[in-house]
């Protein structure tokens, strides 16, 4: 029985590394993105570079997580859901590294009007990755605590999706004003979407997280 704990205890703590990678991750795309706004490609492709050794830190976490899972950690109702769990934390570091690589090899030339709602969609998102992470924490420590940033990941989402949507509109009607080409419309729209992707794929984990707690608690 101890050593079954000890496997469980092990597991958390991988658990809350492989967030904190994710949200470095996170941090390293922040820093890129005002290269991009400026177009300077060279510093771009750095801290792609970065950013993918950065997931791939992540991988490893997870894989070590999965070793764990399959040695027994956790009694069989609660160990799908944290390997679900684990994997939905994953696709955020696999996001964010696919939206890196998206803006390094696009080479798009970013229209000067977009910065601030952009910028905008950053911090909002940065929230949510950063509720994330603390999420994670709570769980094993506060599940009430857990929940609730569960809740405001929910409410972030929202916004997130709000500001895509504005974008989105803004970038289509810079097109039909011909403010804009379709080469720069389409290569703004893969960013954006890959952008609000990111902060989906945070919701999903967290909605992971709800599910467990709504089991925990009977």
Do not use: W
Not at 57 to 81: C, N, Q, S, T, V
Not at 150 to 160: F, G, R, V, W, Y
Request: aromatic share 10%; proline share 1%; charged share 40%.
């Amino acid at each position: 029985m101890r050593k079954f704990f000890l496997k469980e205890s092990k597991v958390e703590l991988y658990a809350k590394e492989h967030v904190k990678k994710v949200y470095e991750c996170y941090r390293e795309f922040e820093k890129l993105m005002p290269h991009f706004y400026n177009g300077d490609y060279e510093k771009v492709d750095i801290l792609t570079r970065k950013i993918s050794a950065l997931e791939h830190e992540a991988d490893e976490i997870r894989r070590k997580m999965e070793m764990g899972f399959y040695e027994g950690a956790f009694l069989p109702f609660d160990r799908e859901d944290r390997i679900m769990l684990t994997e939905k934390v994953d696709k955020v570091a696999d996001t964010i590294e696919s939206t890196a690589f998206t803006i390094s090899l696009s080479k798009v030339e970013f229209p000067a009007d977009f910065q601030k709602d952009f910028e905008a969609f950053m911090e909002v998102i940065g929230q949510i990755v950063k509720a994330l992470d603390d999420c994670i924490n709570f769980l094993e420590e506060d599940l009430t605590e857990a929940i609730r940033k569960a809740h405001e990941i929910e409410k972030l989402e929202e916004k997130a999706d709000e500001i895509e949507r504005r974008i989105l509109t803004k970038l289509y009607k810079s097109y039909r004003d011909e403010e804009i080409g379709v080469v720069k419309l389409l290569g703004m729209k893969e960013v954006t979407v890959h952008l609000g992707n990111i902060a989906d794929r945070a919701e999903d984990a967290s909605d992971r997280v709800l599910i467990i707690a709504a089991k925990r608690r009977g």
